[in-house]
């Protein structure tokens, strides 16, 4: 017997030695990964494309009231807030917007803000965590309307902590299981002046749906949110498969979107919870436009 449990303890170290050798690795490679550096392309308009400034701030304000959750990771007064706050997944929090103590923007310019929201890519070079997939589509008048909307709200003092990793981050991180925007917009250097025109067609829809990327993956076929907290259930599959929303009319949808409540009577879950409040305020046009290009969107299986 007493030789059993000697064999068991040294069992037990080797096991405790590899998941150690494991996390050493796994530390260091999320370090390589974060520090990184990526050329960004120079080509966008102009913050002052916009000629009336206060024109400018409102559909800044409307921008991100109805349609861009920048709130939800940055605080409703974009002083700070939380993206994920989860062990062993680690402290990933959206940093301070304001001008404040503790601001990460009083020296941006307009080509800062340009890198880490339209590419994930910080001002010296390296990667943010920043979901930046979800604004790929973002014009350059709705960036400048963003950055001038922000620019208008009062200080607020925050030291917002930055990014710690737990050791399933690391690991997620190190293994290319959490993506980096970054890595996925490499190369892109395209955007356009200006948002498709507001009207109920198909290409309004797409550019509407395009912030739904994040979670609900480049094709909306839905599946595990990958780099998202680990209680969050998979993402729904948007499009028109037996897996999504081929059963669904416009009518579901809109139920959805006013109660939170899908065509089968399960209410949503985090984080749709948190992207409800925004559609919540879409206009009918914006709806019905999104409706029609999940309608048009080809059957992929969930995950596909």
């Not at 892109?188 to 290409?203: K, L, N, Q, S």
Request: hydrophobic share 40%; net charge negative.
């Amino acid at each position: 017997m007493r030789h059993a449990f000697q064999w068991i303890r040294i069992g037990l170290a080797l096991v405790v030695g590899v998941l150690a050798l494991g996390i050493t690795w796994a530390s260091w490679e999320a370090d390589r990964v974060m520090s990184r550096t990526y050329d960004v392309h120079a080509d966008h308009g102009s913050p002052e494309s916009s000629a009336d400034r206060v024109e400018s701030i409102e559909r800044g304000r409307r921008l991100l009231e109805a349609r861009y959750p920048c709130a939800d990771c940055h605080g409703a007064d974009f002083s700070g807030g939380t993206m994920v706050d989860a062990f062993p997944m680690g402290r990933l929090l959206g940093p301070n917007l304001t001008d404040g103590v503790g601001t990460v923007v009083s020296e941006y310019t307009y080509e800062d803000w340009d890198r880490i929201v339209r590419h994930g890519v910080k001002p010296d070079g390296t990667p943010s965590i920043m979901p930046s997939i979800d604004f790929r589509e973002m014009s350059d008048q709705e960036l400048a309307d963003i950055v001038h909307y922000i620019a208008s709200q009062p200080a607020v003092d925050n030291e917002v902590p930055t990014v710690k990793l737990g050791p399933l981050g690391m690991v997620l991180v190190a293994t290319g299981q959490i993506p980096l925007s970054a890595d996925e917009l490499a190369g892109r250097t395209a955007h356009r002046a200006e948002p498709p025109a507001t009207a109920v067609d198909v290409e309004f829809g797409a550019h509407l749906a395009a912030v739904c990327a994040g979670c609900h993956g480049p094709a909306l076929a839905g599946g595990p949110i990958r780099g998202g907290n680990p209680s969050w259930a998979p993402a729904s599959n948007l499009t028109q498969h037996a897996d999504g929303l081929a059963d669904w009319t416009l009518e579901d949808f809109r139920r959805l979107i006013a109660d939170g409540v899908s065509r089968t009577g399960a209410a949503t879950q985090a984080p749709m919870d948190l992207a409800l409040p925004l559609m919540q305020r879409m206009t009918d046009v914006e709806v019905e436009a999104l409706w029609l290009y999940l309608e048009s969107l080809e059957p992929l299986p969930t995950g596909g």
